[in-house]
């Protein structure tokens, strides 16, 4: 039916989306008929590079310096540059040039169109969440602020600003002996403090602990570097390749992989409140207690099976056994002097004992 096609009902949507996120290639143009819209978006013209260049500058800002300094003639070089990004997106071939130049199909050209614009909805949301929470931070701190400069919390800033610690900790005693060095550096003071620690006190602890804490962190050092060994052995995607065999990771695709788990986890989320819910929480079934009684049956069966199994394997055995003494018995035997003999009587009796045995067992 003209104009419900998935393709045309797709074109409108992707043209919608351009609208409401201020695409200016679109704006002035009025399309009311979908069969416009698709050929705006799917047929190769200048202005749908453009329209591409736009939704993928808007994803990655950097790319407008690579385009500015691309020229008008140098369709080729745009083309590769816009292949490339959409490979390192994850959208596309490392080769798929025709998707870039509006040769591919329809419907596959503007899923490719709204799978662009849908990292650029999220972007744009998660920094409209951004700019709200930090909004709200910048009123809880100046409330927090406001609280802290009451009337009744002067004496405890007071307190913070001047505090009282005696005697000092190690790590306070080296912070000063650092700040006293510094401060007498710069104002040409050579001379000690008497509240400070003599440097022959620093060099002496310093010595005792120096070598054993150089150790361990020498340690330290070789198990992280040799853990990092590991887990870059196992990540093939940090190994070294060659350009163009494998796609680059980039925050892009990171940013579409990560669109692409939201959207599944929340439809998992919708199905399991909807349909799994009211079965995962019901109570288990109580087990039978006649479930030792089935397990014995199953077991007698099985056992009989096996037997039947055994019997029919006898049977068969048997079968092909007189099968094989009667052609024995009836087929003549030749021997060196030409002259014909049959099955000897012995070998006929043994078979008819044999028969018998078999017949006896059976019932």
Not at 137 to 151: A, T, V
Request: some cysteine; aromatic content about 6%.
């Amino acid at each position: 039916m003209a104009g419900n096609s998935k393709e045309q009902l797709l074109s409108m949507r992707v043209y919608s989306n351009l609208q409401s996120l201020g695409c200016p290639l679109v704006d002035g143009l009025y399309l009311r008929e979908a069969d416009s819209v698709q050929e705006l978006l799917c047929s190769p013209s200048l202005h749908r590079t453009d329209i591409l260049k736009w939704i993928c500058a808007s994803i990655c800002p950097s790319l407008k310096e690579k385009f500015s300094t691309i020229k008008a003639t140098q369709n080729e070089d745009l083309v590769k540059e816009l292949t490339r990004f959409s490979h390192e997106m994850m959208l596309c071939k490392a080769n798929d040039k025709d998707l870039i130049k509006g040769l591919a199909p329809p419907l596959r050209q503007l899923r490719f169109l709204e799978q662009l614009l849908m990292v650029i909805q999220t972007d744009s949301s998660i920094n409209s969440r951004q700019n709200s929470s930090s909004g709200d931070n910048s009123i809880k701190s100046d409330d927090l602020l406001g609280e802290l400069m009451f009337q009744d919390h002067l004496s405890d800033l007071d307190m913070l600003q001047n505090p009282v610690c005696n005697p000092w900790t190690a790590h306070i005693r080296e912070y000063l002996i650092r700040t006293q060095s510094a401060h007498n550096k710069i104002n040409g003071n050579h001379s000690k403090p008497s509240n400070s620690i003599s440097r022959s006190d620093q060099h002496s602890r310093l010595g005792s602990h120096g070598d054993e804490s150089l150790t361990e962190a020498m340690a330290l050092l070789q198990s992280t570097q040799s853990t990092l060994d590991e887990l870059h052995k196992e990540c093939e995607f940090l190994q070294s390749e060659s350009s163009g065999s494998a796609a680059v990771l980039s925050p892009c695709a990171l940013k579409v992989a990560i669109s692409d788990m939201s959207q599944l986890m929340t439809a998992f989320g919708h199905i399991y409140n909807t349909d799994f819910k009211a079965y995962c929480q019901r109570t288990p079934p109580a087990l039978n207690s006649g479930a030792s009684v089935f397990q014995s049956v199953h077991q007698l069966l099985h056992t009989c099976n096996m037997e039947l199994e055994a019997l029919k394997q006898l049977s068969e055995t048997s079968s092909s056994l007189t099968q094989t003494v009667q052609q024995l018995q009836t087929d003549k035997q030749y021997w060196s002097k030409g002259e014909k003999h049959t099955l000897p009587k012995q070998l006929e009796e043994l078979k008819n004992r044999y028969v018998a045995f078999l017949s006896l067992h059976q019932s």
